[in-house]
């Protein structure tokens, strides 16, 4: 690498902030729904998003740049992908409820990394316990559950289209938010019956999910912390983003319970960003291990090798690694 390309990696780096907000503000806005329904003008964007002419046609054509919209005889009109992703709220595949989160809450507790390494302590939601505060304030939780489902939109497809689930009757998603996860398991594979487990406040959320994919009668929800609760009994059960939020205890308690949850021959999937043993491989894993001291407080990233340390010591056997989707990879292990 020349000098100057070792500087405009630098400067990369440092100005990445410039193109996140103009992503989260393009779906704060509105942007992307919109033109969902029909390619529109600079100004009939400006009209309809009540957004003010300064700036506005350097902001449509940013997100040209960025590669999010396309612009062609004086309209903007979505790309394939944003239709796909971001043209459409109710739709399975929607992940802005996630950039949207990211834009309104996390983006802000980034801000205050430099405190959170300096004291050790998450910088979200005013120094109470994460999940206490969300799901105490109606608003949040159901902002919340919008970001879980759209952060699962890519591992949880390609874990239906991957994993052998024709030898599977009944999953379990521990943890499992609005029932985004299930719902496209379920959809992916018609014989399987799906039971979701969280906190009781998560229950409308589930309940909305399932109607709304006719799925009410295959997938049913059951009320409960999981730190106390028993899981319910299945022949699989999912793990999605969920060891890394929690210390060592805690995930050597839940790996235990699910272990006692699974029928014999019955399989865990666990999907997180794992850290590799090459740390210049890492950022990904790395990163998102800050983002749980930023935003959580108590988790942190994990190595395949250390979980399957903890699955050993549960009593699971034939783990096993292997990508995901992105930067997430599954671990899958038989009890």
């Known amino acids: 690498m020349t000098a100057n390309a070792e500087l405009n990696h630098i400067q990369e780096l440092a100005l990445g902030f410039m193109s996140a907000r103009a992503v989260h503000t393009a779906v704060e806005l509105g942007v992307f729904p919109l033109l969902a329904q029909g390619p529109l003008?600079?100004?009939e964007l400006c009209d309809q998003l009540g957004l003010h002419g300064r700036g506005a046609r350097d902001f449509f054509n940013c997100l040209v740049a960025l590669g999010l919209l396309e612009h062609a005889d004086g309209r903007y009109v979505n790309t394939a992908a944003t239709s796909r992703y971001?043209?459409?709220?109710?739709?399975?595949?929607?992940v802005g409820g996630m950039l949207e989160y990211m834009g309104s809450h996390w983006y802000w507790s980034w801000g205050r990394l430099g405190d959170a390494l300096r004291t050790g302590r998450s910088?979200?939601?005013g120094g109470q316990v994460p999940y206490e505060a969300i799901h105490s304030d109606p608003?949040?939780?159901?902002e919340f559950q919008r970001a879980m489902s759209g952060g699962s939109v890519a591992a949880s497809t390609a874990l239906a289209e991957s994993f052998p689930w024709q030898d599977v009757a009944t999953v379990a998603d521990i943890g499992c938010s609005d029932g985004s996860v299930l719902s496209r398991l379920l959809l992916a594979h018609p014989h399987l019956t799906g039971l979701g487990f969280d906190l009781p406040m998560v229950e409308q959320g589930f309940d909305k999910t399932s109607a709304r994919h006719g799925l009410a009668d295959r997938m049913r929800f059951t009320p409960g912390d999981f730190r106390t609760a028993s899981f319910p009994a299945a022949d699989a059960v999912v793990f999605g983003h969920l060891l890394i939020d929690w210390d060592l205890a805690t995930r050597r308690m839940l790996?235990?319970?699910?272990?006692?949850?699974?029928?014999e021959g019955g399989t865990i999937l666990i999907y997180d960003m794992l850290v590799e043993q090459d740390q210049r491989e890492s950022a990904p894993g790395l990163l998102i291990s800050l983002h749980m001291l930023v935003d959580q407080g108590g988790g942190v990233s994990y190595t395949a090798s250390e979980c399957f340390g903890w699955l050993a010591d549960a009593g699971f056997r034939q783990c096993r690694v292997r990508p995901l989707s992105g930067a997430d990879q599954l671990i899958t292990a038989v009890k």
């Open 41 to 43: 003008t600079s100004d």
């Open 123 to 125: 910088q979200s939601y």
């Open 139 to 142: 608003g949040l939780s159901e």
């Open 86 to 94: 971001l043209g459409d709220p109710d739709a399975p595949t929607y």
């Open 255 to 263: 790996l235990a319970k699910a272990y006692d949850a699974l029928a």
